[in-house]
C-alpha cells in the first residue's frame, strides 16, 4: 500500500502556527479564494456532497463553505492539530450539518468510499506533500469516488517544469522564509519549514505541473486545465467523464 509518507509536519509546530502561512506563501490567498469560487460557480443550484482532502485548519474549508450555500462537506485531515483548529474555526459550519471533520489519512478514507458515490472533491495545498505512487493512488480513488460529471479541483504548489526557474523559485522560498521568521525571531519554525520544504522538494515527491496534469488524464481525467497560476502556485480542475462518453472512449 502507498504511504504518504510518515513526516506529516502539520501534526508539529507548524499545525499549531499555520497561520504564518500567507507569509511565506502570499499566494495562498488568491489560491484558496479560488477554489471556493470555482465550486461556487459549478453546476449552480444543484445541491452538493463534496470530499475535501486535507483540509487543514479550515481555511480552505470555509473557502468553500462560505461560498456555496448549497454544499455540504466531509472535511478529511490526518493531524489531529490541524483538525482541532478547524473544528474550533468552523464551530458554526458543523453545528449546521454543513461539515463533517475526519480525521483519517485521505488515501485510507477514499478506499472505504462507495464508487460514484460524491459530486466533487477539493483539496488545497496538501496534495503536493504526497509521494508520487500516494499521489497516483490518490488520484485514482478520487475519479473511483466521483460521479460520472463530477469535479475534482486542486489548488496546490505545482513545480516548474524547467528546473532552473524551479531551484530560482525554491531559492526565493528560503530567502522569504528567512525573512519572515527571523524578523519574527521564530527559529524553531524556520528549522521546521526548511525540513518541510526539502521535503516537498524531493525527488519522491516534488508534483511537476505537466508530468501531474498528464497523470491525470492517463488516468482518466478529462477537462484536466490550470485556471490560475503564479509562480509554482496553481488551481487545476478537471471532471469524470460521464457514462456516455467513457463508452464512446
Ligand atoms: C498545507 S496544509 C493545507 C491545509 C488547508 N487545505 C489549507 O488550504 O489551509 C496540508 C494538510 O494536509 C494534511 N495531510 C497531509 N498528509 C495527509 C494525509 N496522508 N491524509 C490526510 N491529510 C493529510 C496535513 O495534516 C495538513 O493539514
Not at 522538494?201 to 484536466?224: H, I, K, N, P
Amino acid at each position: 500500500m502507498a504511504s504518504a509518507g510518515d513526516d506529516n509536519l502539520f501534526t508539529g509546530p507548524i499545525g499549531e502556527e499555520y497561520d504564518f502561512l500567507p507569509m511565506i506563501c502570499p499566494n495562498v490567498v488568491t489560491v484558496t479564494t479560488n477554489l471556493g469560487a470555482t465550486v461556487a460557480a459549478w453546476r449552480p443550484g444543484a445541491a452538493l456532497r463534496g470530499l475535501e482532502i486535507g483540509c487543514g485548519t479550515g481555511t480552505s474549508t470555509r473557502s468553500l463553505l462560505s461560498q456555496r450555500d448549497d454544499l455540504n462537506l466531509l472535511a478529511v485531515d490526518a493531524s489531529p492539530a490541524m483538525l482541532n483548529q478547524a473544528r474550533e474555526n468552523l464551530a458554526s459550519y458543523a453545528r449546521a450539518g454543513r461539515v463533517e471533520f475526519i480525521e483519517s489519512d485521505a488515501l485510507v478514507y477514499l478506499r472505504a468510499l462507495p464508487d460514484e458515490s460524491i459530486d466533487l472533491v477539493a483539496s488545497n495545498y496538501a496534495i503536493h506533500n504526497f509521494d508520487h505512487r500516494y499521489r497516483r493512488e490518490l488520484f485514482a480513488e478520487i475519479l473511483r469516488v466521483l460521479e460520472p460529471g463530477g469535479l475534482f479541483v486542486n489548488g496546490d504548489r505545482f513545480a516548474l517544469d524547467d528546473h532552473a526557474l524551479q531551484l530560482a523559485s525554491t531559492q526565493a522560498d528560503v530567502r522569504n522564509m528567512f525573512k519572515v521568521f527571523g524578523e519574527a525571531k521564530r527559529y524553531d519554525l524556520l528549522e521546521d519549514w526548511i525540513v518541510h520544504l526539502f521535503s516537498d522538494e524531493s525527488a519522491s515527491r516534488l508534483m511537476y505541473s505537466s508530468a501531474t496534469l498528464s497523470t491525470m488524464r492517463a488516468l482518466g481525467f478529462a477537462d484536466v486545465r490550470s485556471n490560475y497560476r503564479e509562480g509554482v502556485d496553481m488551481l487545476v480542475t478537471a471532471t469524470k467523464p460521464s457514462s456516455a462518453a467513457r463508452d464512446i472512449d
